[in-house]
């Protein structure tokens, strides 16, 4: 029912305790192009990703021999034994898996919760039930990630001269559109505060509020489904 593995564009590693919550979410990332991988708990996830083996000894640079690649996460936030904010924090402590975005869920809209969780370094937050609009959001994010992979395994990778002495290979983007859409791509420093993109968030009420305004002095209907993050600035 899907592509060759070869045509995806992405891997997506899914967590959530809910089966139903699993294969939506898988469904929706694979019609977005995704490879998806589902597992049902963070331990789970850490495992798949090398790190299981590091959180047992409490060494969060420990990886196994084949870690998998993975361009995103999103994860559930309620989930029994080890939370999405919890398996958020150790792949943030890991050295080696500390880049890959993070994406948390969750039914419950808790300003507190969402706050935390994006100054600890997610990505985005979504609401349940989350919509293939939601996953369209992914896409900057996952291209940033494997656009540096290609860059970082182009530098370690070396190549041998016509002398059959080995040279290091420049990091060099040969795809137009790569170019473009490196362009398009926020730059944002690795080190940057998230009260950056709270801030952003609270730019976006302000506005939706003025549109609301206007179309209630113009007459208009203003029944329109509230933010997403609605009461965040409250949480800055």
Known sequence: MGMAAAEWKFHVLAVDDSL?????????????????????????????????QGIESNDTT??????????????????????????????????????????????????????RCLE???EEFFLKPVRLADLNKLKPHMMKTKLKNQKLEEIITPSNDENGTVAAVEPEIKDSVEMEIIKMLPIQSETE??????????????????????????????????????GIATAV
């Open 20 to 52: 139903v919550d699993r294969k939506l979410i898988e469904r929706l990332l694979q019609k977005s192009s995704c490879q998806v991988t589902t597992v049902d708990s963070g331990y789970k996830a850490l495992e798949f990703l090398g790190l299981r």
């Open 120 to 122: 600890e370094g997610a």
């Open 62 to 115: 420990a990886l196994s021999l084949s870690p998998q690649e993975v361009n995103l996460i999103i994860t559930d936030y309620c989930m029994p034994g080890m939370t999405g904010y919890d398996l958020l924090k150790k792949l943030k402590e890991s050295s080696a898996l500390k880049n890959i975005p993070v994406v948390i869920m969750s039914s419950e809209n808790v300003p507190a919760r969402i706050s």
């Open 193 to 230: 505060p998230k009260r950056v993109l709270l801030q952003v968030v609270q730019q976006e009420e302000q506005m939706l509020s003025n549109n609301k305004r206007k179309s209630m002095e113009e007459g208009l209907s203003t029944d329109r489904p509230r933010p997403r993050l609605e």
